[in-house]
């Protein structure tokens, strides 16, 4: 049996109201060589008879069940991955929609480029605009780049959007496996959880992504849309993305080194992101310690003199004279413990 030309990957949990949607625009691509891997991810709602019922007769489909739940996106992901056969992978979220031509739009660009990667243009319902999250003043959907070039757009705010990407299947797993090795071998303190359940970590695994491709592109007429899920895990553990930013400086300065753009840049992102959650996640007391020791080390490693931009002068003169903002919440907890 030949093998699919494109292997769609889709880690499913308790999204029976959205997943039967996905599955049509997949059956109505123009583009029709490709199969569907389904990891659910031992779901409490309808999903399995959702995807079971709208798939029946369809044998590009492949329904897998988990047998306990993982805790995040990334590990059914990944043995989605490990289950697909073709060439090349498109990683889907079960709770999002593509156009008709998404398919045959992404695989036309990469044909045509010789990418490792090509992005859609994502498409943000939940802020109701219909402009793709690109930012054209520095960069151009007609180019080809260099992943590594890229990196530097995916820190402090994104200048492009990575859902529904197209990948070289192998570049795909490779970079997975890296991740994975890295949380295992290298100490990145004492985390809630394992990495590999924290929704974020795709974050990780995508700057890992852009490292290791050669070409990268983008399909300006593919169009993946992002639709509000008020249940996603995205949308209920985001202070976990201080932890995965752990590993995130990691890569960034052995990849980068800590006199480059992108380490500063990363710097920038992680200080302001350590403020945000000040501003909205309060009462402190009932997130981790994990938090409160980040925001500590945020302050004490100084991270604010790389957000001198971003701040109001009379705040950045409180932080160079020593006086720390934060401290009046810091005085409400006791110290967490470190490492």
Not at 183 to 193: A, H, P, R, T, Y
Not at 251 to 279: P, Q
């Amino acid at each position: 049996m030949e093998k699919p030309t494109l292997s769609i990957i889709i880690p499913a949990y308790n999204v029976e109201k959205y997943i039967g949607q996905l599955i049509e625009d997949l059956q109505s691509q123009t583009f029709k060589d490709w199969e569907a891997v389904i990891v659910d991810d031992f779901s409490s709602d309808a999903t399995v008879e959702t995807v079971e019922r709208a798939t029946a007769g369809d044998s590009r489909f492949r329904l897998i069940r988990r047998d306990r739940n993982s805790g995040g996106a990334f590990i059914p992901r990944y043995e989605a991955a490990a289950m697909a056969t073709s060439e090349y992978v498109v990683a889907l979220d079960a709770d999002d929609r593509i156009n008709k031509e998404y398919l045959e739009k992404l695989y036309g660009r990469c044909l045509e480029t010789g990418a490792d990667i090509v992005f859609s243009m994502n498409i943000n319902e939940r802020v109701g605009s219909h402009d793709a999250i690109f930012n054209h003043s520095v960069l151009n959907t007609d180019e080809v780049y260099d992943g590594d070039k890229l990196v530097i757009h995916t820190l402090y705010g994104w200048k492009f959007a990575a859902g529904g990407g197209l990948y070289r299947r192998k570049l795909y797993v490779d970079s997975i496996n890296e991740a994975i090795r890295i949380e295992k071998e290298d100490s990145l303190g004492k985390l809630s959880l394992p990495l590999i359940k924290n929704p974020f970590l795709d974050e990780v695994v995508t700057r890992m992504l852009l490292i290791n491709a050669s070409k990268v592109a983008f399909a300006k007429e593919a169009e993946y849309i992002y639709v509000y899920n008020p249940g996603s895990v995205m949308a209920t553990t985001i202070y976990m993305k201080l932890e995965t930013d752990l590993m995130l400086g990691k890569i960034i300065a052995d990849r980068f080194g800590k006199e480059s753009d992108e380490w500063k840049r990363f710097l920038k992102a992680y200080f302001c992101y350590v403020v945000d959650m000040m501003k909205i996640f309060t009462p402190f007391r009932k997130n981790p310690p994990m938090a409160i020791t980040m925001l500590r080390n945020a302050y004490d490693r100084k991270l604010w003199k790389e957000a001198k931009d971003e701040i109001s002068k009379k705040y950045y003169a409180a932080l160079s004279s020593g006086y720390l903002p934060a401290r009046i919440i810091f005085s409400l907890f006791p110290t967490p413990p470190l490492g």
